[in-house]
C-alpha cells in the first residue's frame, strides 16, 4: 500500500466514552523502552520524545483501533502493532467503513482489534487522521448482570445492561417506517472476551467518534448467541420498533444506520466477528434464524421472498431479497466471505415455523 502522506495518529480513550490526547512516542535510540516489565515506566520514558516516528502506547487497556480520515479521498492507510519483548507485527491495511446513516458519516476505517498481549500501536495514513482506542475489557474482568427484554418471545440485553452511554443532546433523532426487509452483516472486527465491553467500544465508536449519535446496527449478536439491543429511540423494553408487536399491526421500525440510504424501514442485524476466512458459531447462527424469523413474524415480511424496496424518502426502489447480506446491497464484501453462503440457509430456516401475526407491504412484494 502505498501512502504519500504520514499522520501519525495521536488520540486514545480509556473505556467507553473518554478520549484523551497520546503524545506521538518512539523508540529511545540503542534502547528497547518496553524491556523494563513496567508499561508505565516505558510510557514515562517515551513520552517526551519526538522522533517523528509513531508507536503510541495509550493511556489505558488496548482493545479496538479506530481511525479517522481527513476527507472520503484520503481513506488509505495501515497499521501494526508492538509488543512487551520489542517485536512488532506486520502492517495490516485499514478496511474502510460500509455502514452508515443515510444522511452520511465521517470517513473512517472498520474497527481494529489488538492482537492479545499487544501494548503499543503504529497507524501509517494521511495527515488530519485520528485514531482512538476502546477497551474491550480484557484483562479487566467484569461481573455483568445482563438482564433480557423481550423481543416477539425473544430475551434481547437491554441497552442499560450492556452499558450503552448517554450521548449529548441526543444527536441521532428517531424517525420510524413501516418494516420492508432484514439485512444481515458482521461487525467485521473480533470481539474481545468480555462480549458486553465490544458492543460498547462499537456504540462509542458510531454514536461520538463517528458523530452519528447511535449504533447502527438494531441487533447484535456475540459468539455465544446472545442477542443485544442496538439502536435506540424506542420505548424502553421494547427494541427495534416504534411500539411492541400487536396482532395484525406490523409497527413500525426506528430508522437505523447500516446499509446507507437504504435504512428505512431496514432491520440491521450484526453478528460480532469478521467472517472473511472463518465462519460464525452455530450458537451466532441459530440465534440470527431466531431474529430473522421472530422479526418476520412480528412484521409480516416472508423470509424467503422477494420484495421491490421503496425508501420512503426519495422513492428509490431496489429489487432484493426480504433477507439479504450486506454484500446484497452493493459496494461491501460484508458479511464476510465465509458467512454470505449461509444466507438462503438462514431464510430456508427462518422460514419454517414463520407464522405472521401482523401484514407487512413488504409481504406483498415481487
Known amino acids: 500500500m502505498s501512502v504519500t502522506r504520514r499522520g501519525f495518529l495521536t488520540a486514545a480513550s480509556v473505556g467507553v466514552g473518554a478520549a484523551v490526547a497520546s503524545s506521538v512516542r518512539g523508540p529511545v535510540a540503542g534502547a528497547d523502552p518496553f524491556s523494563t516489565g513496567s508499561l508505565g515506566v516505558a510510557q514515562d520514558l517515551m ?47 485499514l478496511e474502510a467503513m460500509d455502514s452508515a446513516p443515510d444522511a452520511g458519516s465521517t470517513p473512517a476505517a472498520e474497527l481494529v482489534a489488538a492482537p492479545e498481549g499487544a501494548v503499543g500501536y503504529e497507524v501509517d495514513a494521511p495527515a488530519g487522521s485520528e485514531a482512538t482506542v476502546f477497551d474491550d475489557g480484557r484483562g479487566t474482568p467484569r461481573n455483568y448482570s445482563l438482564g433480557s427484554i423481550g423481543l416477539a418471545g425473544l430475551p434481547v440485553i437491554p441497552r442499560a445492561a450492556w452499558g450503552a452511554g448517554d450521548v449529548s443532546g441526543f444527536r441521532w433523532a428517531p ?42 446496527y438494531h441487533l447484535l449478536i456475540d459468539p455465544e448467541g446472545r ?48 467472517f472473511t476466512g472463518a465462519p460464525p458459531t452455530a450458537a451466532a447462527v441459530g440465534a440470527t434464524i431466531d431474529c430473522v424469523r421472530a422479526l418476520c413474524n412480528a412484521t409480516g415480511i416472508n423470509p424467503r421472498a422477494g420484495i421491490t424496496y421503496r425508501n420512503p424518502q426519495g422513492g428509490a426502489t431496489r429489487p ?11 459496494g ?24 405472521p401475526t401482523a401484514i407487512s407491504s413488504a409481504a406483498f412484494g415481487s
Open 227 to 274: 442477542i443485544y439491543q442496538g439502536r435506540g429511540g424506542t420505548p424502553v423494553g421494547n427494541p427495534v420498533f416504534q411500539f411492541p408487536p400487536v396482532a395484525g399491526i406490523a409497527p413500525p421500525v426506528v430508522t437505523a444506520g447500516h446499509v446507507g440510504g437504504f435504512n428505512n424501514g431496514n432491520i440491521g442485524i450484526s453478528l460480532l466477528g469478521d
Open 47 to 93: 513520552q517526551s520524545i519526538s522522533t517523528g516516528s509513531g508507536m503510541i502506547q495509550p493511556n489505558g487497556p488496548l482493545g479496538f483501533v479506530g481511525v479517522t480520515f481527513p476527507s472520503p479521498e484520503d481513506i488509505a492507510g495501515r497499521i501494526r502493532f508492538a509488543f512487551p519483548d520489542g517485536s512488532v507485527g506486520d502492517w495490516l491495511p
Open 320 to 330: 432484493m431479497m426480504a433477507v439479504s447480506g450486506h454484500r446484497d446491497w452493493g
Open 175 to 216: 424517525t420510524y417506517f413501516p418494516a420492508q426487509s432484514i439485512t444481515i452483516h458482521h461487525t467485521a472486527v473480533v470481539p474481545g472476551p468480555d462480549r458486553a465491553a465490544s458492543v460498547r467500544a462499537i456504540y462509542n465508536y458510531h454514536a461520538n467518534t463517528l458523530g452519528w449519535g447511535d449504533v447502527g
Open 332 to 355: 461491501t464484501a460484508c458479511p464476510g466471505n465465509s458467512f454470505y453462503p449461509q444466507m438462503q440457509f438462514i431464510r430456508d430456516h427462518a422460514a419454517n415455523g414463520w407464522t
